[in-house]
């Protein structure tokens, strides 16, 4: 049993990226070997990491841009000397000579003082934001980065899993599931839309939608057990979902992404079906 459940979840896998391989025709997968449903997989695969990896360098182009643009118009002198005029005035000494005498000349001063301070902390202010918008884009090419070796890691780990699987079942699971998604689209579609909150099903993310429709196809028409399915489902999800935030109007399910919100909706989707007495 043991088996034959990793034998399933090899299957998922290949179906999935299957599945999100934009140039490929899901009436087309269905009359092919196991060896071409790996090839495709892998095919998504590279393409997501190529696209990850162009996007670093696209975030990293961003941020020397940023920075760059920044410091050549910076007057580090003028900055240097607007922050010693700042800090060598003593304001209380001003304020005690401005209320003892209220000498013109030192409410000139304050006044120069006090517009030279909110200069350079304008300035500060400026250079600090610059700065944090650098970060965030280079945090984000972290994560692209780790998502692409993830990726790599995944092409390796499946062409393995493969090999280590009875072949045959993998083969005929994958296309039983790829059969069933690809010829029920429509109900499972529908069965997805109804437990959507605040969202159409066009908007969510590609890979998302493939997710959720392999576990319906399950749970619906494969009996697989709905907990065994959504388990599954939020595995692949963990694995493969994207940084995409869902907020929807339901309070419960708030901001949640990737595989919490496949989560909430399978969960949606069971409850459903079981009050109706489908499942």
């Known amino acids: 049993m043991r088996h034959r459940q990793q034998n399933r979840s090899i299957a998922r896998e290949l179906v999935l990226l299957s599945l999100c391989q934009i140039n490929s025709n899901p009436e087309e997968l269905q009359k092919e070997e196991l060896t071409t449903l790996i090839s495709t997989a892998i095919a998504t695969l590279r393409a997501e990491i190529q696209d990850n990896l162009e996007t670093a360098g696209s975030e990293i182009d961003n941020s020397d841009a940023l920075l760059n643009s920044k410091t050549s118009s910076l007057n580090g002198q003028k900055a240097r000397e607007l922050a010693k005029k700042l800090t060598d005035k003593k304001f209380e000494d001003l304020y005690s000579r401005l209320r003892d005498?209220?000498?013109?000349?030192?409410?000139?001063?304050?006044?120069?003082?006090?517009?030279?301070?909110?200069?350079?902390?304008?300035?500060?202010?400026?250079?600090?934001?610059?700065?944090?918008?650098?970060?965030?884009?280079i945090e984000k090419v972290h994560k692209l980065s780790q998502q692409a070796i993830n990726r790599l890691g995944y092409a390796v780990e499946l062409q393995e899993f493969v090999q280590l699987s009875n072949q045959y079942e993998v083969r005929?699971?994958?296309?039983?599931?790829?059969?069933?998604?690809?010829?029920?689209?429509?109900?499972?579609?529908?069965?997805?839309?109804?437990?959507?909150?605040?969202?159409?099903?066009?908007?969510?993310?590609?890979?998302?939608?493939e997710i959720l429709k392999i576990a319906v196809a399950e749970i619906i028409y494969l009996e697989i057990p709905?907990?065994?399915?959504?388990?599954?489902?939020?595995?692949?999800?963990?694995?493969?979902?994207?940084?995409?935030?869902?907020?929807?109007?339901?309070?419960?399910?708030?901001?949640?992404?990737?595989?919490?919100?496949?989560?909430?909706?399978?969960?949606?989707?069971?409850?459903?079906?079981?009050?109706?007495?489908?499942?």
Do not use: C, M, P
């Open 172 to 209: 005929e699971y994958s296309l039983q599931l790829l059969d069933t998604v690809v010829s029920r689209q429509a109900q499972i579609q529908e069965q997805i839309e109804l437990a959507l909150v605040g969202y159409t099903f066009d908007r969510l993310a590609r890979v998302d939608r």
């Open 226 to 279: 709905k907990k065994v399915a959504i388990v599954e489902a939020v595995e692949l999800a963990k694995r493969y979902s994207g940084e995409e935030i869902y907020s929807e109007t339901d309070k419960s399910e708030n901001s949640k992404g990737g595989f919490r919100f496949i989560n909430g909706v399978l969960r949606r989707i069971t409850d459903r079906l079981k009050a109706e007495a489908i499942i």
């Open 101 to 137: 005498r209220g000498d013109r000349e030192d409410t000139i001063e304050l006044a120069t003082i006090l517009s030279q301070s909110r200069e350079t902390l304008d300035y500060y202010l400026d250079l600090s934001a610059t700065v944090e918008a650098a970060k965030a884009n």
